[in-house]
């Protein structure tokens, strides 16, 4: 959400709530027929009939031996309760490998760029030498529908109902288990689909996807002031908040007099070298000053193995500048002068006139308003430094055209995941979660063991690198694989030969996941 930070400190979240769906039992859904493989994979893929356009691609990089790679176009119901309210299309890429490998469907939470089609290597598919299909969510990228403007049928039900209705027809063609995955918001969405179409999936894996169950959700704040990496580097976050904070209600705070100071320098050297930037680049109101300070840690934790932290993060004891200048003013400008655009305060591109296309992210800033909340910050040991902070929804993430939509957040089917759910369901879902990770504190508290797992792993970062050994470790990723081997038979394929080690397969991490503080 590259929006401005909110004018009171009533920070970002991510709230999710998950309809429900009616259960069927297994022989509902016998297994398809295998489909003969001497008919090319993309010659049957364009005989699917609610497929609309199927155009070849050639990956950069694909070591691990995808034949066919497609990005195809479905044409989905806009109301998949009401077929007469009109269609949309929805955009996915498929890498082919084999009618007797499984299959792996990424159900991203976002839009789908063009540089996913060389994201061959997901892990989880490579590990099991699986055909894999990403598919874009309704309402992002090239899937969106213009014509809701009320945002209606932007809804976890409805992004459910398209992942089913893509997933029926290629089932019949691609008869072997499937294997849904995500990260973060694309985790949810492959967990939401399991919840209204429980028998399509062989298995659900979901990675570090926070859960909440209202509009404003601390539990994650708290999580990272408590839990989250080291007691050393918790300490280290306290001292530095204490240090930043201390005599802002008597406002004596020198710090924030320095950061006052740096903005306006800041601001006057990157006007000379923008003009046609008309906004300041960096707001100096206390809001920002304290808002941006939590931010900077959840960053950090969330992204950042504790070696890199160890490298990024300043101490507690260094000067002022020292401090301010990483945590605020970082990489602002390089040695000749020119902006790297990649600090947190640095100003969003500029509106175009139709709210839709203001924000590539702003559909998800609705799904936040309509059902997945927003995380916020805990500031409850600071309060003899900044007053107690009165937490609500941001409203700066919303057109004010579309802030009644606070108004109608219903959280009742993410409860209904959470506590009816999760903890009966028999279908085999796997949660993983790292640490220092602060989503970690959205993750669901019941489960039903018997055939569900939960593994929280100490090296892990927010993403599913499962071949990288400084996010995974070895023990963490073969359970992960075990789980998988129990349901899938991803080792007996007459494909078998051709399948690589996991222990030789490159380690790529796919771009980090865009479920994160969209930059103020």
């Not at 479905?74 to 009109?86: I, L």
Request: hydrophobic share 35%.
């Amino acid at each position: 959400m590259k929006k401005e930070f909110m004018a009171a400190v009533a920070f970002y979240c991510m709230t999710m709530i998950m309809p429900m769906l009616t259960s069927c039992s297994i022989e509902d859904n016998p297994a398809p027929t295998p489909v003969v493989s001497t008919t090319p994979f993309g010659d049957l893929l364009r005989q699917v009939g609610n497929v609309t356009s199927v155009e070849a691609f050639t990956p950069k990089t694909n070591d691990v031996g995808f034949t066919e790679c497609y990005q195809v176009f479905f044409n989905q119901p806009v109301d998949h309760e009401n077929p007469s309210a009109g269609t949309m299309r929805q955009k996915a890429f498929l890498f082919f490998k084999g009618f007797d490998r499984p299959t792996v469907m990424y159900t991203c939470g976002y839009d789908l760029p063009d540089n996913w089609k060389n994201y061959t290597h997901l892990d989880i598919a490579a590990n099991m030498d699986a055909n894999l299909i990403i598919v874009e969510h309704r309402y992002f990228g090239d899937s969106k529908n213009l014509s809701d403007t009320r945002w209606d049928y932007l809804t976890i039900e409805q992004a459910a109902a398209d992942h089913h209705a893509i997933f029926e027809p290629l089932k019949k063609i691609l008869p072997k288990e499937w294997i849904s995955t995500g990260t973060s918001k694309d985790g949810m969405t492959s967990l939401f689909y399991r919840y209204f179409y429980p028998n399509d999936m062989t298995v659900t894996t979901v990675f570090c996807s926070p859960f909440m169950t209202s509009l404003y959700y601390m539990p994650v704040g708290t999580y990272m002031q408590e839990e989250s990496g080291s007691d050393a580097e918790r300490e280290n976050m306290h001292a530095i908040y204490f240090k930043l904070l201390d005599g802002v209600l008597a406002n004596e705070n020198t710090f924030y007099d320095t950061y006052v100071q740096k903005c306006k320098e800041y601001n006057a050297q990157l006007q000379a070298l923008h003009p046609e930037h008309t906004d300041p680049w960096f707001n100096s109101s206390l809001d920002h000053y304290i808002g941006l300070l939590p931010e900077f840690f959840f960053g950090q934790f969330s992204y950042n193995t504790a070696k890199e932290r160890a490298l990024n993060i300043p101490s507690a004891d260094a000067e002022a500048e020292v401090i301010l200048d990483y945590i605020y003013f970082r990489d602002i400008l390089t040695q000749n002068g020119l902006w790297k655009y990649d600090s947190p305060l640095a100003p969003a591109a500029e509106e175009e006139d139709y709210y839709w296309m203001a924000d590539s992210y702003y559909p998800y800033s609705i799904q936040t308003a309509k059902q997945l909340g927003q995380y916020c910050h805990d500031f409850s040991r600071y309060e003899s430094l900044i007053g107690k902070v009165d937490f609500g929804p941001n409203p700066s993430n919303l057109f004010e055209q579309d802030l009644w939509l606070y108004d109608i957040y219903d959280n009742s089917k993410i409860k209904d995941i959470r506590e009816n759910f999760l903890p009966t369901t028999d279908r085999p879902i796997m949660f993983y979660y790292a640490q220092g990770d602060p989503w970690t504190g959205a993750r669901p508290d019941k489960i039903n063991e018997s055939n569900t797992m939960m593994l929280i792993g100490g090296l892990g970062v927010h993403n599913q690198d499962l071949n990288n050994p400084e996010h995974f470790s070895q023990d963490d990723k073969l359970q992960i694989m075990d789980f998988l081997a129990r349901y899938v038979d991803y080792e007996n394929a007459t494909t078998n030969a051709r399948r690589r080690s996991a222990a030789n397969l490159p380690t790529v991490s796919i771009e980090p996941d865009r479920f994160i503080l969209r930059k103020h």
